[in-house]
C-alpha cells in the first residue's frame, strides 16, 4: 500500500536568498542516511501527476507549486557555487496503515497490527522481516490504536455546525485522549480539555466567539497547519508535569501569509500559552513579515530552526518593540531581524523579566535588544545590515547581564554597540568586536550608581573614538571595575582613547583595574577628563602597550588636578 504523502513546508514562504536555487531531495535508508536516489516528487497529496526532481525554486525562492513526497527526505539545495543538506524532512507521526513485509519503516511512524485492532509505533528505522521478528526485535511496540476511535464514535459531527463539545468530552471520559479524524468540529460551549489531543490531516476545531478552551497539559499533537479556527479563545494550562515545556506550532492559529502579516499568528499563539511557566515554540527557516509588535510572556522560547534556511523576521513598521518579552526567563534563539525602512524607536528584543537568554540572534535596527531586567545572558548577538539610524545594538538597565561573544557591524559616527544606563550593575561583557566607523564599542552613561563591571576583550576594527566610554553626570557613580584587553583599529578619530573616562558628577568614577590596552595610533591610550568635585582616581593601569597613540595618558578638564591615573612597571608608555 502506498503511504499517505505531505507537503514538504520548507521553501513554502518567501526567502529571496535562495531564489533560483536548486534543490534536489534524496530518499534515506533505514539509519535516516541520504542515499543517491531521487524521491519522487508529487504535485498532489493523491493522484499519479509527478514533478521534476530536482526542483527549481522561483525568483523569490519558493516552491513553484506544492511539493507532496510519500516518505521521508533530505534535500541538497545548490545557490551560485554554494552547496547545502538539510537535515530528515518527515511528517510527524506519519501514519502508514496495515504492517507489511520487506516494508521500508522510519522512527515515529505508526501502523496498524495485521491480526489485531491495535496501533504500533515504530520505534528504529528497519526493513521489515516478519510483523512478530520486528516485534521482538523491540523495533515495533504498541501504542493506543488512535486511528481507530475518534470523536465521531462519541456523536461528533464534524461538519462545521453542530456543537461536538460533549462528544468530545465524552471520550475523554470514556478512554483517557481525544482523536480528532478530518473534519471542523464546532465548538459552541466552553470547555476544558484534561487528556491528550490528537488531530488527523484535516482535523481542526471551529471556537465561537465569547467560547474559551481550556487545554490542561502539553498533549496536543498536530501537524504544522491549522487546527484552531473561530473567533473563540484557546488556552493551554499546566504545571511543570504537564503542560510546562511544550513544545507549540504557530501554524495552529493560521497558514502564514506568503507576502502578507504575520503578527496576528504569532500573537494569538503567544495568547493561548499566556498561562504557562515554560513553553516553546519553533519557526521553520524563511521570511516573516511582521507590520507590528508581539508580546510574549513568562517562559516563552522563541526558536528559528533555519539551517539551510535563516529565519528571518522582517519589521515592516518604523516604531515600538518588535519582540517584548514581558515576564522571567524568556528566551530566543536563532532569530534573524531585517527591516524595510529605518526605524526611530523601539527594540527588536526586550526583556523586562529577569533570567531570559538571547543567543544567536543578528539585527539591525534604533535597538537591537533593550535589557531592562536582572540576570540575563546574551551570546553571540550580531548586528548586520544597513541604515541610517544610530541607536545603540544593546542598551541595559538590569543587573547581572553577562553578555558574550557579540559581533556589531556599526556604520553611524553616533552608534554605539552596547550602552550601559543607569539600573546597570555587576554586568560582564567578554568579547565584543566592532566594525565601521562609531562613537563607543561600550558606552557608560552614569546618571546612577552603576558597580563592579567588567569588560573584556574589547577590538574594534575600524576608526571609533573609544572602545570603552564611562561618563558619569548629575550625581552618577561608575566604581570597583575591571577592563581587560581593548584594541583599537587602524585609522585616528579626533579625540579617540582606548578608554574614556569623564566624570562631570558630583559623586565619583574610581577604583578601577584597567590591563592589556593597545591604541594602535588613536590620540589618546586613557583619556581621563575631571570637572567637578566627584573623584576621578584609584584606577590601576597594568601590562598595557601604550605605544601606539599620540598621548599615552590624558589628564584634562576644570579639575584635571586632582586625577589620579597609576600604571604599573609592565605598562609601556609613548
Request: aromatic share 8%; hydrophobic share 40%.
Amino acid at each position: 500500500m502506498a503511504s499517505p504523502r505531505y507537503s514538504i513546508p520548507d521553501f513554502a514562504i518567501e526567502n529571496t536568498f535562495y531564489a533560483g536555487a536548486t534543490v534536489s531531495i534524496f530518499t534515506l535508508d533505514e539509519d535516516l542516511n541520504r542515499t543517491e536516489t531521487l524521491a519522487a516528487v508529487y504535485a498532489n497529496p493523491v493522484g499519479a501527476t509527478l514533478l521534476a526532481n530536482p526542483v527549481a525554486l522561483d525568483s523569490r525562492g519558493r516552491w513553484p507549486q506544492p511539493v507532496y513526497v510519500g516518505e521521508p527526505v533530505i534535500m541538497v539545495i545548490e545557490r551560485d557555487d554554494e552547496v547545502s543538506e538539510t537535515g530528515v524532512v518527515s511528517q510527524a507521526n506519519r501514519w502508514r496503515g496495515i504492517w507489511q513485509a520487506g516494508t521500508l519503516y522510519f522512527p515515529g511512524e505508526r501502523l496498524r497490527d495485521p491480526v489485531f485492532p491495535r496501533t504500533m509505533v515504530v520505534n528504529a528505522g528497519h526493513t521489515s522481516s516478519t510483523f512478530m521478528t520486528d516485534l521482538a526485535a523491540g523495533l515495533l511496540s504498541e501504542e493506543m490504536n488512535l486511528a481507530q476511535e475518534t470523536v465521531v464514535m462519541y456523536g461528533a459531527k464534524g461538519d462545521g455546525s453542530t456543537n461536538d463539545s460533549a462528544a468530545i468530552l465524552a471520550m475523554q471520559a470514556a478512554v483517557g485522549y481525544i482523536t480528532f479524524p478530518s473534519g471542523t468540529f464546532r465548538i459552541s460551549t466552553a470547555l476544558t480539555v484534561t487528556v491528550p489531543m490528537y488531530f488527523m490531516p484535516g482535523a481542526q476545531l471551529l471556537i465561537d466567539s465569547g467560547i474559551l478552551v481550556m487545554l490542561r497539559g502539553r498533549h496536543v499533537f498536530a501537524d504544522r497547519v491549522p487546527i484552531f479556527t473561530g473567533s473563540g479563545t484557546v488556552k493551554f494550562q499546566g504545571n511543570d508535569d504537564d503542560a510546562s515545556g511544550a513544545t507549540i506550532y504557530p501554524e495552529w492559529w493560521g497558514r502564514f501569509p506568503r507576502s502578507g502579516n504575520c503578527a496576528g499568528i504569532i500573537q494569538k499563539m503567544s495568547d493561548a500559552c499566556s498561562l504557562l511557566t515554560e513553553w516553546h515554540a519553533t519557526f521553520l527557516g524563511g521570511v516573516y513579515r511582521l507590520d507590528n509588535g508581539v508580546t510574549f510572556g513568562r517562559g516563552a522560547f522563541i526558536e528559528g530552526l533555519g539551517q539551510t534556511r535563516r529565519t528571518v523576521f522582517v519589521v515592516n513598521f518604523a516604531s515600538g518593540d518588535v519582540m517584548h518579552f514581558t515576564d522571567t526567563a524568556a528566551r530566543i534563539e536563532g532569530i534573524q531581524f531585517e527591516q524595510t525602512m529605518d526605524r526611530t524607536s523601539g527594540a527588536n528584543v526586550r526583556f523586562d523579566g529577569a533570567d531570559s537568554i538571547l543567543r544567536d540572534v543578528n539585527t539591525g535596527g534604533w535597538v537591537g535588544v533593550a535589557v531592562n531586567a536582572n540576570g540575563c545572558l546574551i551570546e553571540g548577538l550580531v548586528r548586520i545590515g544597513s541604515g541610517t539610524t544610530s541607536g545603540p545594538l544593546l542598551t541595559n538597565t538590569g543587573q547581572g547581564t553577562t553578555i558574550i561573544n557579540m559581533r556589531a557591524a556599526l556604520n553611524a559616527a553616533a552608534m554605539v554597540a552596547v550602552q550601559l544606563l543607569a539600573g546597570s550593575a555587576f554586568v560582564e561583557i567578554d568579547g565584543l568586536v566592532t566594525t565601521g566607523s562609531a562613537a563607543y564599542a561600550v558606552d557608560v552613561q552614569a546618571t546612577g550608581f552603576i558597580p563592579s563591571c567588567v569588560f573584556r576583550r574589547i577590538r574594534c576594527r575600524n576608526n571609533t573614538r573609544a572602545g570603552v566610554n564611562i561618563e558619569c553626570s548629575g550625581s552618577g557613580s561608575f566604581q570597583n571595575f575591571i577592563i581587560d584587553g581593548v584594541q583599537m583599529g587602524p585609522g585616528t578619530v579626533t579625540g579617540s582613547a582606548s578608554v574614556r573616562l569623564v566624570n562631570n558628577s558630583s559623586s565619583n568614577l574610581f577604583g578601577g583595574t584597567i590591563s592589556n590596552i593597545n591604541p594602535r595610533g588613536g590620540e589618546h591610550g586613557i583619556y581621563a577628563e575631571r570637572n567637578t568635585t566627584g573623584a576621578l582616581n584609584q584606577i590601576v593601569v597594568s601590562n598595557s602597550i601604550l605605544t601606539g597613540a599620540a598621548t599615552a595618558v590624558t589628564e584634562t578638564g576644570t579639575e584635571a588636578a586632582g586625577i589620579s591615573i597609576t600604571l604599573d612597571s609592565e605598562t609601556v608608555l609613548t
